[in-house]
């Protein structure tokens, strides 16, 4: 402290009375204490007291989206943790801020039932199932409860069914009343009455307009179809039916006085009269200015449009809600147009709203373990087919029929409902029937049968096949649980001539640009042990990585031949096994490759001579996968075929067992046996598959441009 200041401070202890010297102190002290307590409420409103310099972005370094900055309300008011309300056994320096202990609440909010179907009475119901979990204090309508545009009798009918369902709500429910609701059809009926349905609403729902108070919040219902007094005429496309008539106006004066000393208010109506255009301007003249007025009117609920819409104005929310079970196109869903509910929590500085789909809300308690498991094996869920589509490489004079039959059980024990369709991105195939669909009581089988027929002479390259797809939904008590999708493809059944060996020696072609074979794993049924993996191939050239047998990630067996050097791998004990010969590959030449595994050693031959040996553990593990074995190229960790190969490759077979243990002349053209696991000799195809003659029968589709050539060079066959 500056000399002079000093000297001011001691003057004024002398001059000034203790007393008031010792009340400026403690107003001082005050201040100070309120300063620091303030400070402690900013550090309580996060868990770390940490003062570390960083960078924007530099604390999230994965995130990709700014999307959970955007927010309404400001945060929550907290404070120090207490003795009474914090209780830990360990120590820590940082503070965990409590939630303030003020009163807050919330509500939900239903749009439209009506307007669609009858049989959107299951969208509501499915309404009032997930606000049962959500527990809200009250839940409020914006009107268009029944269908309506009827005669009493109907109109009763559609009344007692809409309470029915909400009257099984754990929360009290406040009707609001739409044109659906008042409207009566026809008009011409000389038993209509004046008002239509309006004495019918006001006998079973309440009176169409009344105010509410809950928790220092006020809720006022008006009624938005009045129409003309004198003459009972409604309409909701004509500006002079859409005024609210003197009496409601008193009566929303009265409401709005009523909850002068409320936190909030709301207001509920069904037409959005505030969006103008057939409804006029008189919500803009009289009733807008009414709500400015009264100073804490939050927000204004309506629906009608199907769609929601959010158009604050002068500080009040205007929100216009989508349907709960109404007529719903579902243009953009995620923008407005669909089933949903809002639910909006109310507390005294702020209110907050979101609006969530119906049927979305989960059920906690009902997710057991049991459960897991039960919808775990419908995703898993065998399909068996009997019969197939017959497959002929002859010319047909005219289209065949193929007839067979899909098979499935539910082993659960609830109820599955089904549908079983046939599709093909080939739009020469009908199909009788193209799905069917019931419901599988636990345990029981399902046998559904279908014929295909192929609208051409012969299958061609570009010839799709059919798929079965299984869409399943596990009904449980209060859930319909969606099944994924399970996708089968139809068995092919192939004639005698497709599966027997050709006359003629080819061999299949690729181009080293998106040509292969791509075999699914299911079909190759490698067992562990001893097996054996050859071809013969001739390279056009060689690229730096060059997949010829591939099934390879980090796993399985390959033949590489990158750069014309090959390299034959098994992964076994946690790592690939390796033989790379230092044999240089040259283009344009036949080679047979064989990779044998004989249990405790790893062989490669070349041409049937010996290119090294490599000693292993006895009955070492080869390390499976799921990835398909791909001819003429390497699978990636997705699957995808990756590292072309450029040439040709022949005779491909995979065997079980170790079929050479010493230098061999091999065959050019091999055969199949009991031992055959896949034999593909390259031979012939059947539109656009390369057939399979090993004991399986499996077909296979060319991928790119594959495609089978002769072989040209005389070779001595044995």
């Not at 001082?28 to 924007?56: F, H, K, R």
């Not at 509500?107 to 809200?136: H, K, S, W």
């Not at 790592?575 to 062989?603: C, F, T």
Request: aromatic share 10%; proline share 6%; with cysteine.
């Amino acid at each position: 402290m500056f000399e002079g200041e000093v000297l001011m401070a001691t003057r004024f202890w002398q001059c000034c009375p203790r007393q008031s010297v010792f009340r400026l102190l403690s107003f001082i002290a005050c201040i100070a204490m309120l300063s620091l307590w303030s400070v402690g409420q900013v550090m309580a409103g996060s868990p770390s007291t940490e003062t570390e310099n960083v960078e924007p972005g530099e604390e999230t370094p994965h995130l990709s989206h700014d999307r959970h900055l955007h927010r309404y309300g400001v945060p929550h008011e907290t404070i120090q943790p207490s003795e009474q309300r914090f209780f830990t056994t360990r120590s820590s320096e940082i503070v965990l801020p409590l939630p303030s202990e003020e009163d807050a609440f919330t509500f939900a909010v239903f749009g439209d039932r009506t307007g669609g179907q009858p049989e959107g009475v299951d969208v509501l119901a499915d309404a009032v199932r997930d606000v049962n979990l959500i527990e809200p204090d009250l839940v409020m309508t914006v009107g268009d409860l029944v269908n309506g545009y009827n005669r009493t009798a109907e109109w009763l009918i559609q009344m007692r069914e809409f309470k029915s369902i909400m009257n099984r709500l754990l929360c009290p429910w406040f009707p609001v009343a739409g044109n659906h609701d008042v409207y009566w059809r026809p008009l011409n009926d000389p038993e209509m009455p004046k008002f239509q349905h309006q004495d019918h609403y006001e006998m079973h729902f309440g009176p169409l307009w009344y105010s509410f108070q809950h928790k220092q919040c006020a809720f006022t219902v008006i009624y938005s179809d009045e129409g003309d007094e004198e003459t009972g005429e409604k309409s909701f496309s004509k500006p002079r039916l859409q005024k609210i008539s003197d009496e409601q106006l008193a009566f929303l004066r009265q409401a709005l006085a009523r909850g002068k000393d409320c936190n909030h208010q709301f207001i509920f109506l069904h037409h959005p009269r505030w969006i103008g255009g057939n409804y006029g301007d008189d919500w803009k003249k009289r009733v807008h200015p009414l709500l400015v007025e009264a100073g804490n009117v939050t927000a204004v609920f309506a629906g009608h449009i199907h769609h929601m819409r959010s158009d604050p104005n002068d500080g009040i929310e205007y929100i216009a809600l989508a349907t709960v079970g109404g007529g719903q196109k579902g243009v953009v869903p995620e923008a407005g147009y669909l089933h949903q509910y809002h639910l909006v929590t109310v507390r005294k500085e702020q209110v907050a709203m979101a609006a969530f789909p119906v049927g979305q809300a989960m059920d906690v308690r009902e997710i057991t373990s049991s459960l897991q498991e039960e919808t775990i094996q419908l995703a898993r869920l065998p399909v068996t087919f009997k019969g197939g589509i017959q497959v002929s490489a002859a010319m047909r004079e005219k289209p065949s029929t193929s007839q067979f039959s899909v098979s499935f059980s539910n082993p659960t024990s609830r109820p599955v409902e089904y549908t079983v369709s046939l599709e093909s991105v080939d739009n020469r195939w009908q199909f009788a029937p193209d799905h069917t669909h019931g419901v599988l009581n636990a345990g029981a089988s399902c046998k559904a049968d279908f014929s295909a027929v192929y609208q051409a002479k012969q299958f061609e390259r570009l010839s799709e096949m059919v798929q079965v797809t299984l869409s399943q939904d596990y009904l449980a008590p209060a859930t319909r649980y969606s099944i994924p999708e399970v996708k089968k493809n139809v068995p092919l059944l192939f004639s005698d001539e497709a599966s027997s060996q050709g006359t003629v020696n080819r061999a299949l072609a690729l181009d080293g640009s998106g040509d292969c074979v791509s075999l699914e794993s299911i079909k190759v049924p490698l067992p562990q042990g001893p097996f054996t993996v050859e071809c013969w191939f001739k390279a056009r050239e060689f690229a730096d990585r060059v997949g010829l047998l591939a099934k390879t990630e980090q796993s399985e067996y390959g033949i590489f031949a990158s750069r014309g050097q090959l390299d034959a791998s098994v992964f076994l004990g946690g790592a690939y096994k390796n033989i790379r010969p230092d044999l240089k590959l040259k283009v344009g030449q036949w080679y047979h490759v064989a990779m044998v595994y004989e249990g405790d050693s790893l062989a490669l031959y070349v041409d049937g001579k010996p290119q090294g040996r490599l000693p292993t553990k006895p009955l070492m593990k080869r390390k499976a996968n799921w990835l398909p074995f791909i001819v003429g190229a390497d699978p990636d960790v997705r699957g995808r075929p990756n590292s072309f190969f450029n040439g040709e490759i022949d005779e491909i077979r995979i065997s079980k067992g170790a079929r050479y243990n010493q230098p061999f002349e091999p065959k050019r053209r091999l055969t199949s046996d009991e031992n055959t696991v896949i034999f593909l000799d390259c031979d012939r195809t059947v539109g656009p598959f390369l057939i399979d003659r090993s004991p399986q029968g499996h077909s296979f589709r060319l991928t790119g441009d594959a495609h089978l050539t002769d072989v040209k060079e005389s070779v001595k066959q044995e």
